[in-house]
C-alpha cells in the first residue's frame, strides 16, 4: 500500500484522466458497492456499516491511481515527485489558525445556498434514515475521517495536482472544485460543495498541502454533525437560518462573513505562490 502511494504521485491526471476517474468512482465504486451491499443483505449478512460501503465504492478509483502510477514509474517517466507543502511566512501552526476560522465562518456565510434547490420530500426522509443519527460512531467515521481522507486525495491530492501541471491554475481548480460538488451526486448541495471545493483547491495550490485540505474537509463535515447534535429536532435540509432567532442569525452572519473575508486576505498576503512548491518537476541528466 505505502508502494501504491509512492508511485500514484507519478500519475499526473489531465482532465480526460480526471473525468475517467470519476467514471470509474460513480460506476465501478458506487455501483458495485451497492450491488454488493444488496447482495449481501440478500444472503442474509444484515446492514453493511457505511463506513464499510464507502471504503467500498473508494476502492476501483484508488485502484485505477494506483495501477496508471505504477505503471508511469516502471517506464521512467520524465517527472519526478516532489513533496514540499509551504505555510509562507505563517508556518503550518498560524495556518492552520487561520485556516480553521476561514473554514468555520465560511460554513456559515454560505450555508444559505442549501436553501436555492428545494430538496424533495423522498429525498429528505432517505437523507434523515441515512444520517439521522449525528452522534453515530459509524457516521463519524464515514463522514468526518474516512471522506476527508478519501476524497481529499481523489480530488486534490490527485486529479487537482494534476490539471495544475496541465491547465491553468483558475481552471485547474474550478475543474477540481466541480467534480468534487459532481461525486456527490446530491444537487441539493452542490453550491456549497462547489464553494468549499474551490476554497479547499486554492488552499492545495498555495500550499501544496493535501493535509491542509484534509483538515479544511474534517472541520466542516464534523461540524455538520455538531450541529445535528446541537439541534436534534432540527430536518436535514434545515439551516441555522431555520434554528436560530432571526436578530441573531444577521447579527452572528455579519461577524462571521468579516471573519472569512479577514482570514482569506491574511492567508492571501503570506501564503507562498505555488512557484516554490510544484508538485512535479522535469528530470535533468544530471539527475538521472
Known amino acids: 500500500m505505502v508502494n501504491g502511494f509512492k508511485n500514484a504521485k507519478y500519475f499526473i491526471p489531465t ?15 458506487n455501483l458495485g458497492a451497492v450491488a454488493l451491499v444488496s447482495l449481501l443483505y440478500t444472503l442474509g449478512v444484515g446492514a453493511v456499516p457505511q463506513s464499510v460501503v464507502y471504503l467500498l465504492s473508494m476502492l476501483p478509483p484508488f485502484l485505477w491511481i494506483f495501477a496508471k502510477g505504477r505503471r508511469l514509474s516502471s ?95 483558475v481552471k485547474a481548480i474550478l475543474l477540481s472544485a466541480f467534480i468534487f460538488a459532481f461525486i456527490h451526486m446530491n444537487p441539493w ?4 460543495a462547489f464553494i468549499l471545493g474551490c476554497f479547499m483547491g486554492w488552499i492545495y495550490y498555495r500550499t501544496h498541502s493535501y493535509w491542509a485540505c484534509v483538515f479544511i474537509h474534517f472541520v466542516n463535515n464534523t461540524s455538520s454533525q455538531l450541529m445535528g447534535l446541537l439541534f436534534p429536532d432540527a430536518g436535514v435540509d434545515d439551516t441555522f437560518y431555520d ?35 510544484v508538485s512535479f518537476k522535469v528530470q535533468t541528466d544530471s539527475q538521472e
Not at 189 to 192: F, K, L
Open 15 to 29: 482532465v480526460t484522466d480526471s473525468w475517467v476517474l470519476v467514471a470509474v468512482f460513480l460506476l465501478v465504486g
Open 75 to 169: 517506464l521512467g517517466s520524465p517527472y519526478v515527485p516532489v513533496d514540499s507543502p509551504s505555510y509562507g511566512s505563517l508556518g503550518w501552526g498560524a495556518a492552520l489558525i487561520l485556516i480553521l476560522a476561514a473554514t468555520l465562518s465560511l460554513a456559515y456565510v454560505i450555508e444559505p445556498a442549501y436553501s436555492w434547490i428545494p430538496m424533495p420530500e423522498r429525498i429528505k426522509a432517505l437523507f434523515e434514515r441515512t444520517f439521522g443519527d449525528a452522534g453515530s460512531l459509524d457516521l463519524f467515521i464515514a463522514a468526518s475521517l474516512l471522506a476527508p481522507l478519501c476524497e481529499e486525495y481523489l480530488c486534490r491530492g490527485t486529479i487537482l495536482r494534476g490539471l495544475l501541471q496541465n491547465i491553468s491554475p
Open 189 to 192: 448541495q452542490a453550491v456549497p
Open 243 to 277: 434554528v436560530l432567532p432571526h436578530t441573531e442569525y444577521y447579527i452572528i452572519y455579519g461577524i462571521l462573513l468579516a471573519v472569512t473575508v479577514a482570514a482569506l486576505y491574511i492567508l492571501n498576503k503570506k501564503l507562498t505562490k505555488n512557484e516554490e512548491a
